[in-house]
């Protein structure tokens, strides 16, 4: 499964921007057969239990993923960038949109969502869920820590210094954080 973030930095006016987050991978071989958890379910927790474990082969970057599916010939060269993230992105904001009524404006505050999606043997994406109080993967492969850094100093210009950022328009970026 996929792993993003949504980041809901302000709410008058509301900026939610979007980060590219990581592949979960299975380490088992997928059988619809099969008994074993660890098959179905790829969060860090379950897939740990496997002898031999490897975050570095757990988590993939988004460009890792590209990598592999352009090398296996699976999908055309540009599908992350094409298919993946617009798709991803479009989800997010509808699932802001839908929450936004129920969202409480409160000066200085902020929320991070992880936005969990699947992909099918046909390369389609679905989305699965939207966590209120997401975990932080710590891998090499995704920089977690770099990541939750540009978050609080995207905060904390939006607190202090708002006017610097109400001319992006959705697409433009504050680091690795893009605004949707």
């Known amino acids: 499964d996929l792993r993003v973030y949504m980041l809901i930095a302000r709410s008058d006016p509301w900026f939610v921007f979007y980060h590219e ?3 979960r991978r299975s380490l088992s071989k997928y059988s619809p057969l099969s008994k074993d958890r660890k098959v179905y379910l790829t ?3 379950f897939q740990s239990r496997k002898v031999g474990f490897k975050l570095s082969e757990h988590i993939w970057s988004f460009s890792t993923f590209q990598d592999y599916l352009s090398e296996k010939g699976r ?3 540009h599908y992350v960038e094409t298919i993946l993230n617009p798709y991803i992105k479009d989800v997010a904001l509808y699932v802001f949109m839908s929450a936004k009524k129920k969202l ?3 000066a200085g505050s902020f ?4 936005l969990d999606f699947m992909i099918d043997q046909n390369y389609g994406v679905h989305f699965i869920e939207a966590n209120g109080y997401p975990g932080y993967t710590w891998s090499i492969n995704f920089d977690s820590r770099g990541m939750v850094g540009e ?3 995207l905060v904390q210009e939006l607190g202090e210094a708002p006017s610097a950022l109400r ?4 697409g433009d970026r504050y680091a690795t954080w893009q605004l949707v």
């Open 21 to 23: 987050g990581y592949l």
């Open 43 to 45: 969060n860090t927790h």
């Open 75 to 77: 999908t055309s060269k």
């Open 104 to 106: 409480k404006p409160r």
């Open 111 to 114: 929320q991070i969502i992880g």
């Open 151 to 153: 978050q609080f100093d």
């Open 167 to 170: 001319l992006m328009r959705s």
